[in-house]
C-alpha cells in the first residue's frame, strides 16, 4: 500500500483530467484466456466507485468496484498476457487490475501508452483515496490469502 501514497499527493488538475477520461470511456481490449480479445468501452461510473464496460452479454457483471481493487500492475505481467505470446502489443499499452476476494485479473490493453498511464493514474488515486478500514482490512486479508 505504500506506494499509493504517491498518487494521494497528485495536482487537482491531473486528477480531474485523469477522471474525465476515465468517465468518458476508452475503448479497450479485455485480453481473456483462449481468446483474440474483446473491445469494450470501459468508463469510471459517475460516483467514481465502480469501473464499468459495455457491451456485455452479463451486463450486471460487467463492473468492479474500485474498492475491490487490489492491485494494478503495468505492462504484460499477469498470466494470461504471458499465455498471449503470440500478441504483439505494446507493453506499454497493456495493464493489468487485480480483483475481488479471488485476485481475478482483467487484463486490457489500449490504443496508446498514454491511455494506459491515464488508466493506472486515475485508479491507483482512487485506491489510494479509500480510506475505509475495512476495505483495507479486506484487501490486505484477500492479499495475504492469494498472495501474488
Keep these: ?23 468518458s470511456g ?34 450486471e457483471k460487467a463492473k468492479i468496484l474500485i474498492d475491490s481493487i487490489y492491485k494494478v500492475t503495468e505492462g504484460r505481467q499477469s498470466e494470461i498476457f504471458h499465455r498471449q505470446a503470440e500478441g504483439n502489443f505494446d507493453p506499454s499499452c497493456c495493464f493489468t487490475i487485480y480483483h475481488g476476494n479471488h485476485m481475478e485479473s482483467l487484463d486490457l490493453i489500449t490504443s496508446n501508452p498514454e491511455e494506459a498511464r491515464t488508466w493506472i493514474t486515475g485508479l491507483k488515486y482512487l485506491m489510494a483515496g479509500i480510506s475505509d478500514e475495512d476495505s483495507l482490512a479486506k484487501r490486505q486479508r484477500t492479499h495475504n490469502q492469494y498472495p501474488s
Aim: some cysteine; aromatic content about 8%; proline content about 4%.
Design 26 to 59: 476508452t475503448q479497450m481490449i479485455k485480453v481473456k484466456r483462449g481468446t483474440k480479445g474483446l473491445v469494450r468501452l470501459f468508463y469510471l461510473d459517475e460516483h467514481r466507485t465502480r469501473l464499468r464496460w459495455r457491451p456485455s452479454r452479463k451486463s
Design 1 to 23: 500500500m505504500a506506494d499509493l501514497e504517491v498518487y494521494k499527493n497528485l495536482s487537482p488538475e491531473k486528477v480531474e483530467r485523469c477522471m474525465g477520461v476515465m468517465q
